[in-house]
């Protein structure tokens, strides 16, 4: 029996029942006990009323006579009779007149009146003296004493059918109201119970919806009582509940964005050695497409470094090459209150760009000191030839005079180029915007490269389609970008081929496409050709002349236009360098 509506319903009934019992019980005996003690007492009234009358005045031979005068005793209820106590007859009595058919008493009560008490029975069985049937009868006895001697014996009884049969009735009243209160108990209680369980019931399925995660729905309260008052404080804290869970849900989902949109992997593993959380880099970072299969054991083993998980100690600026990658690795540990390690938390930072440019610093220090030195080394050369006494051979002079020159053209032009590239990066440079019509500003750029094309075997070819297009820009700036392309383009062109300049157009930009029929860009050096002192080819670059600058100052200017500049190239068959400015 689990459920405790019943339990409460066969509660209350066998409340009820023995409360029933012991009241009927209790109502019955009492009953009972008043009808004997009143039977006792109508009794002794009887037999003293024989003993006054009838034997005070001793006159024995009278004794039947005076009986027949005493019919208020008999009346129907009261039988008495007075025995002899030498020979144990009746000598006198009122129930008969036939002195032949008076019975020798031999009951408890009798022999304990010959022995000198009074005594009294009830409820015994006999035979009727009359009719034979067995009946219930009160019965007194009482001894009359003279000179100290049991003389007669007064015996009384009477018939206590009624008496018995009123009892029986009223015991069957109640054990039929017991029965009739029983079924009133089970209905009101089983509504009384109903009443109770059914929010209790409420209550439970609710709680069982709390551990499911359903925290929206509500209990009705249907009394005011201390259950509804139960219930109520069930709703309240079902919806702290659900505004606490809410609000962990959102400072878990913050954390899920923050840790998917950090750029730093974050490892976390528990102190068994498993993998508990991975942000979404960490995958890219380490290259490895399954990390919740990687223990925290095999992932240092793969990371190649040695740290026990149970001794472990926070480990920091930890530099890992994973193929292309460098990443910086920390090595935290955490633990709970007590002092106990919990875990350990690895964070990775992608240091593999900062390496780059650190590498392209010292690569650009050495380039610049490579280009400064050796024009200057030319010219100290050159110089000290002349010192010699070459400079008296002025043919040779000259033509030595005509190489310092050169190289001194040639650290000016990459002296202007670094100052250039320093004020971008500082934020120096500024700009002359106007509207400028690039048709007119292509066209002056190839006036400038006729010579220099034509003396190399070469063409410059530009037919615009239109005359009108114009765009926001610095002139001056342009017009360097463009001389720039131009010039490389004519450098790495064979004798006899041809630059093509087409001006294309989109929605939003214009697109100036200079092709050439040069030697063409590896894949792999394509890339990189914007970075500073990049060269393809550094020994027919610098036997050239170039700096390697060019092409990251002119990037440098056209994303200061806000626009943008690429290169596509085949090698052997020439490159498409194409500068895109907003219209």
Same mark, same amino acid.
């Given at each position: 029996m689990k459920?405790?509506?019943?339990?409460?319903?066969i509660m209350y009934i066998a409340l009820v029942f023995i409360v029933m019992i012991i009241s009927?019980?209790?109502?019955?005996?009492?009953?009972?006990?008043?009808?004997?003690?009143?039977?006792?007492?109508?009794?002794?009234?009887?037999t003293g009323k024989i003993v006054q009358t009838i034997i005070e005045p001793n006159n024995p031979e009278f004794f039947q006579a005076a009986f027949s005068d005493m019919t208020e005793i008999g009346a129907g209820r009261i039988y008495s009779s007075i025995i002899d106590a030498g020979t144990r007859k009746v000598i006198a009595t009122n129930v008969t007149s036939d002195e032949e058919r008076f019975p020798v008493y031999s009951s408890?009560?009798?022999?304990? *009146?010959?022995?000198?008490?009074?005594?009294? +029975? %009830?409820?015994? =069985?006999?035979?009727?003296?009359?009719?034979?049937?067995?009946?219930?009868?009160?019965?007194?006895?009482?001894?009359y004493l003279v000179n100290g001697k049991v003389t007669y014996v007064i015996y009384s009884r009477s018939d206590a059918t009624n008496i018995y049969e009123n009892i029986g009735k009223t015991t069957r009243t109640l054990a039929l109201s017991t029965v009739l209160a029983l079924v009133l108990t089970a209905v009101l209680g089983f509504l009384? *119970?109903?009443?109770?369980?059914?929010?209790? +019931? %409420?209550?439970? =399925?609710?709680?069982?919806?709390?551990?499911?995660?359903?925290?929206?729905?509500?209990i009705p309260v249907a009394s005011r009582d201390e259950i509804g008052q139960l219930t109520m404080s069930f709703n309240n804290?079902?919806?702290?509940?659900?505004?606490t869970m809410s609000g962990?849900?959102?400072?878990?989902?913050?954390?899920?964005?923050?840790?998917?949109?950090?750029?730093?992997?974050?490892?976390?593993?528990?102190?068994?050695g498993k993998l508990i959380h991975a942000s979404r880099v960490c995958g890219e970072l380490l290259g490895f497409p399954d990390m919740y299969g990687l223990s925290f054991t095999q992932m240092t083993g793969r990371l190649g470094v040695d740290i026990d998980l149970e001794t472990a100690e926070p480990m920091k600026d930890i530099t890992i090459n994973i193929g292309k990658r460098f990443l910086d690795a920390?090595?935290?540990?955490?633990?709970?209150?007590?002092g106990a390690l919990e875990g350990i938390v690895i964070v990775l930072h992608d240091i593999t760009e900062h390496i780059r440019l650190d590498n392209m610093r010292k690569e650009f220090v050495a380039n610049v000191s490579h280009e400064i030195r050796t024009p200057l080394t030319a010219i100290k050369g050159y110089a000290e030839t002349l010192i010699n006494g070459s400079i008296d051979d002025r043919e040779v002079a000259l033509e030595f005079l005509e190489v310092i020159n050169s190289e001194t053209d040639r650290m000016t032009l990459i002296v202007k180029d670094l100052l250039e590239l320093s004020r971008f990066d500082g934020g120096q440079m500024t700009f002359s915007f106007t509207e400028v019509n690039l048709t007119e500003l292509i066209r002056r750029n190839i006036k400038q490269h006729r010579i220099t094309a034509a003396n190399g075997g070469k063409s410059v070819n530009f037919e615009p389609e239109r005359e009108d297009v114009t765009v926001t820009a610095d002139p001056e700036r342009i017009s360097q970008v463009l001389t720039n392309i131009i010039s490389n383009a004519?450098?790495?062109?064979?004798?006899?081929?041809?630059?093509?300049?087409?001006?294309?157009e989109t929605k939003e930009h214009y697109c100036i496409v200079i092709r050439d029929n040069g030697f063409g860009i590896p894949k792999g050096d394509l890339p990189h050709i914007f970075e500073r002192f990049y060269r393809v080819d550094k020994a027919r670059s610098r036997d050239m002349g170039g700096t390697g600058l060019g092409l990251s100052i002119a990037k440098e200017i056209i994303e200061a236009h806000g626009g943008k500049i690429w290169a596509s190239s085949q090698p052997g068959k020439g490159t498409a360098m194409t500068v895109m400015l907003r219209k």
């Amino acid at each position: 029996m689990k459920s405790i509506r019943w339990k409460l319903v066969i509660m209350y009934i066998a409340l009820v029942f023995i409360v029933m019992i012991i009241s009927g019980t209790f109502m019955t005996v009492t009953l009972r006990r008043g009808e004997e003690d009143k039977a006792e007492y109508e009794l002794k009234q009887a037999t003293g009323k024989i003993v006054q009358t009838i034997i005070e005045p001793n006159n024995p031979e009278f004794f039947q006579a005076a009986f027949s005068d005493m019919t208020e005793i008999g009346a129907g209820r009261i039988y008495s009779s007075i025995i002899d106590a030498g020979t144990r007859k009746v000598i006198a009595t009122n129930v008969t007149s036939d002195e032949e058919r008076f019975p020798v008493y031999s009951s408890k009560t009798i022999i304990q *009146a010959l022995a000198g008490g009074r005594s009294f +029975a %009830a409820g015994r =069985n006999y035979n009727d003296d009359i009719t034979g049937a067995v009946k219930p009868w009160m019965e007194y006895a009482q001894p009359y004493l003279v000179n100290g001697k049991v003389t007669y014996v007064i015996y009384s009884r009477s018939d206590a059918t009624n008496i018995y049969e009123n009892i029986g009735k009223t015991t069957r009243t109640l054990a039929l109201s017991t029965v009739l209160a029983l079924v009133l108990t089970a209905v009101l209680g089983f509504l009384f *119970a109903n009443s109770l369980t059914t929010p209790i +019931a %409420a209550l439970t =399925n609710k709680a069982r919806e709390l551990a499911r995660g359903k925290l929206h729905s509500e209990i009705p309260v249907a009394s005011r009582d201390e259950i509804g008052q139960l219930t109520m404080s069930f709703n309240n804290m079902a919806k702290e509940l659900n505004k606490t869970m809410s609000g962990m849900e959102n400072e878990k989902n913050k954390q899920e964005i923050l840790l998917s949109n950090m750029t730093d992997g974050v490892l976390a593993y528990d102190n068994s050695g498993k993998l508990i959380h991975a942000s979404r880099v960490c995958g890219e970072l380490l290259g490895f497409p399954d990390m919740y299969g990687l223990s925290f054991t095999q992932m240092t083993g793969r990371l190649g470094v040695d740290i026990d998980l149970e001794t472990a100690e926070p480990m920091k600026d930890i530099t890992i090459n994973i193929g292309k990658r460098f990443l910086d690795a920390s090595f935290n540990t955490y633990k709970n209150k007590t002092g106990a390690l919990e875990g350990i938390v690895i964070v990775l930072h992608d240091i593999t760009e900062h390496i780059r440019l650190d590498n392209m610093r010292k690569e650009f220090v050495a380039n610049v000191s490579h280009e400064i030195r050796t024009p200057l080394t030319a010219i100290k050369g050159y110089a000290e030839t002349l010192i010699n006494g070459s400079i008296d051979d002025r043919e040779v002079a000259l033509e030595f005079l005509e190489v310092i020159n050169s190289e001194t053209d040639r650290m000016t032009l990459i002296v202007k180029d670094l100052l250039e590239l320093s004020r971008f990066d500082g934020g120096q440079m500024t700009f002359s915007f106007t509207e400028v019509n690039l048709t007119e500003l292509i066209r002056r750029n190839i006036k400038q490269h006729r010579i220099t094309a034509a003396n190399g075997g070469k063409s410059v070819n530009f037919e615009p389609e239109r005359e009108d297009v114009t765009v926001t820009a610095d002139p001056e700036r342009i017009s360097q970008v463009l001389t720039n392309i131009i010039s490389n383009a004519l450098k790495y062109s064979p004798e006899g081929s041809s630059v093509d300049i087409v001006l294309e157009e989109t929605k939003e930009h214009y697109c100036i496409v200079i092709r050439d029929n040069g030697f063409g860009i590896p894949k792999g050096d394509l890339p990189h050709i914007f970075e500073r002192f990049y060269r393809v080819d550094k020994a027919r670059s610098r036997d050239m002349g170039g700096t390697g600058l060019g092409l990251s100052i002119a990037k440098e200017i056209i994303e200061a236009h806000g626009g943008k500049i690429w290169a596509s190239s085949q090698p052997g068959k020439g490159t498409a360098m194409t500068v895109m400015l907003r219209k």
